[in-house]
């Protein structure tokens, strides 16, 4: 079975920048894809990060003040690729987020099924 079969939340690829605060650190990164469960960043030289840190991701959504915050822990590190599972969402995080993979995917009914499956368990 394919990572992409096994995978339980549709990932969409995103080309945008964003901060990644890590070692007590920001440094700039690039999200390559998003889930509502994590996403995976490429990182600019000198963000130290390894299997188990805890980090946060914050994305901005345009000119606007709109932002996906994101906590989480490193589950893999591959070169300057950090993938990172979401431990912690914030209510207007999750809500932009929601609206960023419904506008990708285009198929609002498979969002709602796994953000049913997000909050179950």
Known sequence: MSEE??????????AGGARLLSGGQ???????????????VKTSPGTDAGIGDSVTLVLSLGEG????????EVAHVEDAHIGFTCR??????????????????GDA??????????FAG
């Not at 079969?5 to 995103?14: C, T, V, Y």
């Not at 009914?109 to 997000?118: I, Q």
């Open 88 to 105: 912690e969402i914030d209510l207007d995080s999750i809500t932009h987020l929601r609206r960023l993979l419904e506008l990708n995917l």
């Open 65 to 72: 003040k709109a932002a996906v915050r994101m906590e989480g």
């Open 109 to 118: 009914t498979l969002l709602d099924r796994e953000l049913s499956s997000l």
């Open 26 to 40: 920001w440094n700039p990164c690039d999200v390559l894809d998003l889930s509502l469960k994590g996403a995976c």
């Open 5 to 14: 079969q096994r995978r339980l939340f549709s990932r969409i690829h995103f």
